[in-house]
């Protein structure tokens, strides 16, 4: 039996892509988490919000062009809206696979925001690409207003920065409910990314990679471990070719070179590696395991998955 605290990280694999899919996908992402609640160990939550954000995003912009009373959501609206409707959805699947166990565990969603720094590089480089396809016109309009926009296809689409998270201004509250007990579902997408103006908090326009988060809130509660469930059962090397070779267990020196080497895609792999690498540093007690949602309960035993320690 174990107290064990594990920041568990929800892939967008566990959403599906629209809303029936979604209220279908989070029955199993509720087993897997209950499967560690039975194992005793004290959960908190984070998980993908893609593509839920672009579609809210998408559905508020559609919304000011047909009825001009109204404006377009900004970003930061957006990710809380995405945070409350995936929560709402999920939290109630852990409750009901949780009461058909037998078990009665308190289930907690925290619209969360995350400090992130004005000056950081990645509000001059955008790479994240949000909302509907544009028109050229529609697209000057846009970068009128500031924001940029990159060509894509036959038209044009939104990019917004994705800064690295700073602090979370939540996580006291994350840090209580978890140890009175409850699951805790927090920081969704990466969480609002905000920006202090003196005693206000400013919405960012970005967008903040979870996994980052998902290792920061990990840090700030001293977890024992950062369980990212994916698409796959194990990291690889090689992934997709003939030379494709499995992993089950990496130091965070063996990590680094292999990120060195360019083994793992940017904007997939590479951030939950740099992200393991981060959490277990100078911490021999902790660890990082890389798997799919089916295998969580196996992973926490040692028997499938990729296992990332200090080494």
Do not use: W
Request: proline share 5%.
């Amino acid at each position: 039996m174990s107290n064990k605290k594990v920041v568990v990280v929800l892939g967008r694999t566990s959403f599906g892509r629209t809303l029936p899919e979604q209220q279908s996908a989070v029955k199993e992402a509720a087993k897997a988490v209950a499967d560690l609640v039975e194992a005793k160990y004290q959960i908190v939550i984070t998980h993908s919000n893609a593509p839920q954000v672009g579609m809210v995003h998408t559905a508020m912009t559609e919304f000011s062009r047909l009825d001009s009373t109204y404006t377009v959501a900004p970003m930061s609206v957006c990710s809380a809206m995405s945070q409350g409707y995936i929560g709402y959805d999920l939290q109630n699947a852990i409750r009901s696979e949780l009461i058909t166990r037998g078990i009665f565990c308190p289930v907690s969603t925290l619209i969360t925001q995350v400090r992130v720094d004005p000056f950081d590089q990645a509000f001059a480089n955008p790479t994240k690409i949000i909302g509907r396809s544009m028109s050229e016109e529609e697209a000057k309009e846009e970068e009128k207003k500031g924001n940029h926009v990159i060509k894509e296809g036959k038209g044009f689409r939104r990019i917004v920065a994705s800064p690295m998270p700073l602090d979370i201004y939540e996580i006291d509250a994350i840090r209580a409910l978890s140890d009175a007990g409850q699951i805790v579902i927090a920081a969704g997408g990466g969480g609002i990314p905000v920006l202090e103006q003196g005693v206000k908090l400013k919405g960012a326009s970005a967008v903040i990679e979870k996994d980052y988060t998902a290792e920061k809130m990990a840090e700030l509660l001293s977890a024992d471990t950062l369980l990212f469930l994916t698409g796959v059962d194990r990291v690889c090397l090689n992934y997709g070719q003939p030379a494709e070779q499995p992993l089950s267990s990496l130091t965070s020196a063996e990590a680094r070179e292999y990120i060195a080497e360019g083994h793992f895609p940017e904007h997939s792999m590479l951030p939950k590696i740099q992200s393991a690498c981060t959490f277990v540093a100078n911490h021999p007690e902790r660890k990082t395991i890389i798997t799919s949602l089916s295998k969580a309960k196996s992973a926490m035993k040692g028997r499938c998955g990729t296992i990332i320690t200090e080494g």
